[in-house]
């Protein structure tokens, strides 16, 4: 007889990997840290892979894992739907969701009309603002759940990676003034973090034309030539153009994207949407 993959030992796994430490997540899922282990060595056996590596400070997802863990996502959000809509139990009540500009223009759309096919009778009220002025609004209260911008180095679970890219006007200039023009989010925000610290490294001098939270004064400011600005890849407006690598403008990093969410007091409805981000969100 084949494998079956146990939907609990899946959703036990997803918040595994969620957490990075068995202890957090035996918390979570109302076991003991020794039926939690137990539990991921059943499933390791099953797929006949290691899933976890365990260190000093938790467990990391090998390369099996990574890749079970996106299946997971996709099969617990299946299930708990149909079980959802089968038996009448459709999510109700609202939340209060935080998302950057630019992940709002490329993700939201899809991410919400999703979730309402199976939850029409939840209300989600965004928010949107850059990276830390969510971190602050969820760290006071006034958020239920944010999807931010991370560095990949943060030891945080990442559910996307994206490139962070040079973004110009599309009949901008093949060669910039010195110094380099530039259109960027606030000083706290990754994009302008990132922009200074490659061109100081290449030793380019730059000045800034444009610094402020709103992205729609950003895009004006590019879209007027006078300006160079640093935007992730998937969120660049079609009527941009992304400067190529070979442009003598530095490389710049990739960042992840991740949920911040008080889990311990988080409601259904918040738990539901999380889980649909994680899932949704990598394939998009």
């Known amino acids: 007889m084949s494998p079956v993959l146990d939907i609990d030992l899946l959703r036990s796994f997803a918040v595994v990997a969620e957490t990075g430490a068995l202890s957090r997540a035996a918390e979570r899922v109302g076991r003991s840290q020794a039926a939690l282990s137990m539990q991921m060595k059943r499933l390791e056996a099953l797929v006949d892979q290691p899933l976890l590596t365990r260190t000093g400070r938790g467990v990391l997802l090998t390369v099996q894992g990574e890749r079970l863990l996106v299946h997971a996502r996709r099969i617990l959000v299946s299930h708990d739907d149909a ?19 630019d992940y709002a223009q490329a993700f939201l759309p899809a991410l919400l009309r999703g979730f309402a096919q199976h939850h029409p009778a939840a209300a989600i009220e965004v928010v949107c603002a850059a990276t830390p002025r ?8 006034g958020l239920d759940l944010a999807l931010i911008s991370m560095p990949l180095a943060a030891e945080r679970e990442i559910l996307r990676r994206e490139d962070l890219v040079w973004v110009l006007a599309r ?28 061109l100081d490294r290449a030793h380019q001098a730059y000045r800034l034309a444009y610094a402020s939270g709103s992205l729609s004064g950003l895009l004006a400011v590019v879209r007027s030539g006078q300006a160079v600005a640093v935007l992730t890849r998937s969120a660049v407006p079609s009527d941009l153009r992304i400067q190529p690598r070979t442009s003598g403008l530095p490389s710049l990093p990739q ?3 991740t949920i911040r969410l008080d889990a311990q007091r988080a409601s259904p409805l918040t738990r539901a949407f999380a889980a649909h981000l994680r899932a949704i969100l990598p394939v998009l």
């Not at 079980?83 to 500009?101: H, I, K, Q, V, Y």
């Not at 969510?134 to 209260?141: M, P, Q, S």
């Open 83 to 101: 079980l959802a809509e089968l038996s009448g139990r459709s999510l109700t009540g609202s939340l209060r969701f935080g998302c950057p500009d």
């Open 134 to 141: 969510l971190v602050e609004r969820h760290d006071r209260g």
């Open 255 to 257: 960042i992840g994207l």
């Open 171 to 198: 009949d901008g200039p093949s060669h910039w003034p010195d110094p380099l023009p530039l259109a960027l989010g606030d000083p706290d925000t990754l994009d302008h973090q990132a922009a200074l610290a490659a």
